[in-house]
Structure formats: structure tokens, C-alpha cells
């Protein structure tokens, strides 16, 4: 049986006035390839807070590695990629290489040396995310679809198990979106890699993911991506809470 690497039981979370999530119980294994679906407000952001340890669910258990969150200490097991991280300008003093190198401060520390591997490491990282040629480019110089590839692979720098993603292609234009989404499935069956996605575009679901998560307060539906195709229309507007266009691009995808 695949390892559990998220679980959450019976978790509700409660703004003052705003019930955010209720009853939400999801088993994210290895290997998962999740999108995490839903429209705006529909409690998303706020999930990925809870996994990501940042808040204590109102009520409910959450498990990480199959260890209850507090006892939980391996975080560099988990990748995080925020929907703001690409909003550097074209002044931000960075190369590539020093953001991606970034990823590592925590466990170095900002004034240690950096062990004589690390210059590998920011090239495999890189090279994972189809960046190696960008290197020595000032950040602020890339575009935002180049930018967020390079937020990715500074996640990727510690060795996550999993890498979780807030709208990953907000600043991604449209005829990048697809190779972006072949990326993020060549990490997750080359590099072994589970992926969780949060977005608000039911189209995103199409590309590249195994399992898909509709969320709206509580989650709707999760399972296989081809079990959601089979959802009638109506079934997703009840859920999505209006009409919505499921658009299959999964012929079109390459590994
Ligand atoms: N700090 C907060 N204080 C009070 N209410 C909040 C706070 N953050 C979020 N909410 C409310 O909780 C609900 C869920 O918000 P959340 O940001 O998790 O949704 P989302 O699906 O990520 O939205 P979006 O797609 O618009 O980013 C919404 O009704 C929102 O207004």
C-alpha cells in the first residue's frame, strides 16, 4: 500500500465569522499527482495553511508522513511554492542561481559557507525544472511562467517528497501553461515526486494530474482524474456553484 504522506480526518476550520472548511477528510499517498480544485473563497488557501502547518484546524486531526502534525519536525520533506512568489521586478539584484541556492538557508544557515556540492545541486535542480541554461540571468529578467519554474526548483533544492503548489500558473501565459504542467509531471514520475496543486481553474485539471479534489467548504468529490470526467455537468455545477467547461487536453499531453 502507498504511504500516506497527508491525512486529514474530520477537519473543520472557522474564521470569526466565516466557517472555511468543514468535514474534510483527504488522503494524499505517494506518488499522487493532486489538483485541488474549487472556485474563489472556497476554501483552498486556507487547506493549504493547515498542511502546511501555518494554522491549527478548528477541529479535526491532521496527519503528515503518517505522524501527527506536532510531532512532525522533517519540513524540508515538504515543498512549498506560494501564488506570490513570482512578483519579483526587473531591479530584483538576484541571478537564478542565488534564488534557487536560497532554498537551502534554512538548513545552512545565512552565514555559513555552503558545502562545495551546492553548486551541483542548484544545476540538478534547475535542470529538473528545464532551467540549467538560465543560471547566471538576473531573476527579475525572466518571464513569469520562467520565474515560477525557478521558485519550483528552489523548493526542490532541499529534496522535498512532496512539492505544494498555490496556483502554480497565475503569470504563466496560456501557450506555456502546457509545458509547465509537463514539468510538474516529469518531477512527479521521473523524480518520484507527490504534487498538490490548489487553482481555481477547472481547466488546469485536464493536464497531466492523476487525482482531482473539488472543494467548496467540503470536498465534493476526490478520486481519479478519468472518475471526474465521467461527472455529469450538472454534478459539477452543483458542486462549482456555477457553470463550468471541463476541456480534455489529456490526448495532447507528452511525458
Ligand atoms: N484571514 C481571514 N479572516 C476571515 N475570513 C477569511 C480569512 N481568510 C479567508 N477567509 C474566508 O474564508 C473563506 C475561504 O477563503 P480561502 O482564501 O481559503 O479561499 P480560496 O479558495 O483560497 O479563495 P481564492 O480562490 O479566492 O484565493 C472565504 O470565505 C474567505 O473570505
Known amino acids: ?49 493547515i498542511i502546511l502547518g501555518l494554522i491549527k484546524p478548528t477541529k479535526g486531526e ?6 501527527p502534525v506536532s510531532q512532525f519536525k522533517e519540513k524540508e520533506l515538504i515543498g512549498y511554492v506560494s501564488q506570490k512568489s ?9 541571478t537564478v542561481a542565488e534564488v534557487v541556492r536560497s532554498g537551502l538557508v534554512k538548513k545552512v544557515g545565512l552565514f555559513h559557507r555552503y558545502p562545495k556540492n551546492v553548486r551541483n545541486q542548484v544545476k540538478q535542480a534547475l535542470k529538473s525544472v528545464g532551467m540549467e541554461m ?20 528552489r523548493a526542490l533544492i532541499s529534496d522535498p517528497k512532496i512539492l505544494i503548489l498555490d496556483e502554480p500558473t497565475v503569470g504563466v ?16 514520475r521521473e523524480h518520484n515526486i507527490t504534487i498538490v496543486l490548489v487553482t481555481h481553474d477547472v481547466d488546469a485539471v485536464s493536464i497531466s494530474i492523476s ?17 471526474m470526467d465521467s461527472m455529469s455537468d450538472k454534478q459539477l455545477e452543483a458542486w462549482y456553484g456555477h457553470s463550468v467547461r471541463k476541456v480534455d487536453h489529456h490526448s495532447e499531453v507528452q511525458s
Open 134 to 153: 538560465f543560471a547566471e540571468k538576473n531573476i527579475g529578467d525572466l518571464s513569469g511562467g520562467q520565474q515560477q519554474r525557478v521558485f519550483i526548483a
Open 62 to 67: 491532521v496527519f503528515l508522513f503518517e505522524k
Open 211 to 227: 487525482h482531482v479534489a473539488c472543494l467548496n467548504q467540503t470536498i465534493h468529490f476526490h478520486g481519479f482524474k478519468n472518475e
Open 1 to 49: 500500500m502507498a504511504k500516506q504522506l497527508i491525512n486529514l480526518h474530520n477537519v473543520f476550520y472557522q474564521y470569526e465569522q466565516t466557517v472555511a472548511l468543514r468535514d474534510i477528510n483527504l488522503i494524499i499517498e505517494e506518488g499522487d499527482f493532486l489538483a485541488i480544485i474549487g472556485p474563489n473563497g472556497s476554501g483552498k488557501s486556507t487547506l493549504l495553511k
Open 86 to 94: 513570482n512578483s519579483f521586478n526587473t531591479g530584483f539584484p538576484a
Open 173 to 188: 501565459d496560456s501557450k506555456n501553461v502546457r509545458s509547465f504542467y509537463n514539468m510538474l509531471a516529469h518531477l512527479n
